[in-house]
């Protein structure tokens, strides 16, 4: 339970279940925060921030599911990150405890159920536009090692071995570039590769025609796909498009093409995908998400590494590259995540509008 501080008064314009207390200087609410799958980056870029702003915030390592879903008691806000679970049991117990704002500290938000929330009268708000090139240049970052074999490279001359046998890439410029999904992130990658000097495909059916950059191809995904020497994925993980790239469409890959991942995990089949890359249709496959990522991913599993075989036979194949869910990673995101989620927060409290609040 979170305690009230010495000197705030309370204040019952909020309504709900708890008592909201006021900053004696400011006049303005303070929120009582419970931030869930915190790690020290979280306490550095964002607990740091609303306890300036006078927020009472207590960060908690576990990540929030049915069993965590107390710890909120006390908090009118809880804060989560992509691999918390908010479905409907973890949403009705965290509305019997008095939450009433999630603020989900990522652009995703496929682990949260929407409508459930909304129905049981959550404000749900995320972080829509932190720098959109963190992404984009991992994915970048990504293509380029998987291409070059840097990962290979780095581990056999360490051990002494100068040799080139088996690092033979492809150059980029001139090749053709499929992107899926051609949003914030989507055209940020665009644009890099427009400056490798690529030729620029794109797959986006919900991409108004006012929004497309000049120079890039639009057209349907099966006609699209056989002719990508490159594809990324940048569209978001909704029920159309789980799996979207299953055994059919993999088996229409150009040989040798790179498919890079830095979208969700279960945009792609992974079962599917492993068959593929073992015939070589795919050539090669870098990832930054799994499908299966939620127990693993942002914890140290190294005392017991192989708890999923799909994972340990995806990551036995040379052609294979991982990464833990890093590609927002960098101090402009945390700062832009940060930012916008003290913005959705303020904007809640006074009852107005914010780019990152999300309407039923
Ligand atoms: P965005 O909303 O700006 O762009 C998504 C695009 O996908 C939109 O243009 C939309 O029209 C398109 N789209 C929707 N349905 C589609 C479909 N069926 N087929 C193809 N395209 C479709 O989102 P943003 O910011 O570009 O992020 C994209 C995704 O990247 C997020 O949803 C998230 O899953 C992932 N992401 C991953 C991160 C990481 O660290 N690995 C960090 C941030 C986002």
């Known amino acids: 339970m979170l305690a009230m501080k010495p000197g705030h008064s ?15 200087a400011r006049g303005d609410l303070i929120m009582r925060i419970l931030i869930y799958s915190a790690r020290p980056h979280d306490d550095h870029f964002l607990t740091a921030r609303f306890r300036q702003s006078g927020h009472e915030v207590t960060s908690r390592a576990e990540s929030l599911c049915p069993d965590t879903a107390d710890m909120a008691s006390g908090a009118e806000v809880v804060c989560s990150f992509v691999n918390d679970q908010l479905d409907a049991t973890v949403l009705g117990k965290l509305r019997q405890l008095g939450v009433r704002l999630i603020l989900q500290r990522a652009a995703g938000i496929d682990n949260i159920d929407l409508a459930t929330a909304h129905q049981l009268g959550f404000t749900v708000a995320h972080a829509p536009a932190y720098s959109p090139w963190a992404v984009a240049e991992h994915a970048t970052a990504l293509l380029l090692a998987l291409n070059r074999h840097i990962p290979t490279a780095w581990q056999q001359v360490q051990r002494g071995n100068y040799l080139l046998d088996g690092l033979l890439g492809f150059d980029l410029h001139d090749k053709t570039a499929l992107i899926v999904g051609l949003g914030r992130i989507g055209h940020c990658f ?17 991409l108004p025609v006012d929004q497309r950059l000049p120079g890039i191809e639009f057209g349907e995904l099966a006609d699209l796909w056989p002719r990508a020497d490159v594809v990324s994925l940048h569209a978001p993980l909704l029920p159309a498009t789980r799996h979207m790239v299953d055994a059919r469409l993999l088996a229409t890959s150009r040989p040798g093409m790179l498919l890079i991942n830095t979208g969700r995990g279960a945009l792609v089949d992974t079962r599917a995908l492993i068959d593929s890359l073992s015939a070589g249709r795919p050539g090669g496959y870098a990832a930054d998400v799994y499908e299966n990522e939620k127990p693993l991913f942002f914890h140290d599993c190294s005392d017991h590494p192989h708890q999923d075989p799909l994972l340990d036979e995806l990551l036995r ?15 402009e995101a945390l700062e832009g995540i940060a930012s916008a989620m003290e913005q959705a927060l303020t904007a809640w409290q006074a009852g107005k509008p914010a780019p990152g609040i999300l309407h039923a």
């Open 10 to 24: 309370i204040d019952t314009r909020m309504g709900g279940q708890h008592t909201a207390f006021i900053h004696p």
């Open 190 to 206: 665009a644009r890099i590769m427009q400056g490798f000097g690529c030729h620029v495909l794109a797959y986006d059916p919900m």
């Open 317 to 331: 194949l040379p052609n294979v590259l991982m990464t833990p869910h890093q590609a927002f990673f960098t101090r």
